[in-house]
């Protein structure tokens, strides 16, 4: 299943021994299958339901604020922060003046939020998990089948779907 190549250093002239896969096109196949899988997976019915659910409480209060360059205090590092407002932005969500994600449960369609352009940056970011999971098991040289279980674990996982 793996084979040796020689790779040479650029600096010394040394050389070290590194594994490359045999058959990467099954694992090309399994990374498509998982990507096409988890899409469906996390895209199934993501506008439902249109109101404020896990998350999105905190998520798009936060979004809002940076969009809006309104000053706030959180204790968790802003970079998933940003990268919603950041894509959000790219995407065309703008904030609607009123709402604040202020109750889980409470409606978008009254105020005409876009809450479902947030809601595709998170469940892009849930489909890349899957085949990254599979491929980081398939570097550590673990076989088909044992990186195929720790990626369905991710592609079927509650908490990874929403």
Request: net charge positive.
């Amino acid at each position: 299943q793996w084979e040796r190549v020689k790779v040479f250093s650029k600096h010394d002239g040394s050389s070290s021994i590194h594994p490359r896969r045999k058959n990467r096109a099954l694992d090309v196949g399994m990374i498509l299958l998982l990507t096409m899988l988890a899409f469906v997976t996390r895209f199934y019915r993501l506008s439902e339901p249109p109101a404020v659910v896990f998350d999105e409480y905190h998520f798009g209060k936060f979004t809002n604020w940076v969009m809006n360059r309104t000053h706030y205090f959180d204790i968790h590092p802003p970079l998933g922060k940003l990268t919603f407002a950041g894509l959000g932005y790219l995407m065309g969500y703008e904030p609607v003046e009123g709402f604040m994600y202020d109750a889980i449960g409470k409606n978008y369609t009254e105020s005409g939020t876009k809450y479902y352009r947030l809601r595709v940056i998170a469940a892009s970011f849930g489909v890349a998990t899957v085949p990254m999971v599979y491929e980081t098991c398939r570097t550590m040289r673990l076989s088909v089948v044992s990186a195929l279980l720790p990626s369905a674990a991710m592609l079927l996982d509650f908490l990874n779907l929403i």
